[in-house]
């Protein structure tokens, strides 16, 4: 059997001498971070982006666990702060091997009943700003430190492909994040950079607490899904693992459903129905 980390992840080298920058983990339950546990024990070297004070003081013993090289502010709506972090990242590397990006938000009245009703310009404007464009800014100063074999991806989810309720303006933005994964994948391919997204089924984090009604897209997730079960931390960031590392050579473009099968279901049957 290999031997586990601290984190339950099984050591190994597939990522041993890559270095890749993490941005959007905001607590040990984000999807993000449990990206960052799978990379660490496979040996890669990491970096970190928090945005504000509040989230420095989650992320930082977070990324000290695991022996983080570099760990620094960046705004993703503002083109000076998102310059320096990539400077820095520039200055104290010299050459990226992977980029995660797991970054979205959007205010409350976006997030519940009627997506006509409640969604106004402004938050429409920054949702697509912070969920969608950040990917898109983030992959074009990333692009010039990386060179072949080298590969991005970013998180999504099945309310970009289908109706969720309260869902709503996210599921417009997870939309533009998977278009937008394509056309980046098309751009940076011929360069041997590889681009891909993942769209993982409801796991509790803190984006899921900001959705009304989140508990029920869980346990609907869990009843209706092929395998009977919650989306996994681990398939997740094992499915995230085989993309950035070379066992992911040839896939580009992808939006790769990690979510016990949920998305296959056209329709549930009789027993996840009374349930």
Known sequence: MSEETQSGFPKGKLMRGK???????????????????????QGAELGFTYQGEALEKRVRPLAESVDASMFM?????????????????????????????????????????????NVTRENFAMTMDISVFSFVAAANR???????????????????????????????????????TRYIARDLGPKGIRVNAISAGPMRTLAMAGISGGRGMLSTGKAWSLLKEDTSMEGVAGSALWLLSDLGRSVAGEVVHVDAGFHAVGMPDEDALKG
């Not at 990386?146 to 998180?155: H, Q």
Request: glycine share 10%; with cysteine.
């Open 142 to 180: 990333a692009a010039p430190l990386m060179k072949p074999g080298s590969a991005m991806i970013t998180m999504t989810y099945l309310g970009s492909e289908r109706v969720i309720p309260n869902y709503n303006v996210m599921g417009v933005a997870k939309a533009a994040l998977e278009a937008s």
């Open 19 to 41: 270095r890749g920058l993490i941005m959007g983990v905001a607590n040990k339950k984000s999807i993000a971070w449990g990206i960052a546990q799978q990379l660490h024990a």
């Open 73 to 117: 502010p960046c705004d993703v709506s503002d083109d000076a702060s998102m310059d320096a972090a990539f400077a820095t990242v520039k200055e104290q590397w010299g050459e990226l091997d992977f980029l995660v990006h797991s970054i979205g938000f959007a205010g409350a009245d976006g997030l519940k009943g009627s997506f006509v009703e």
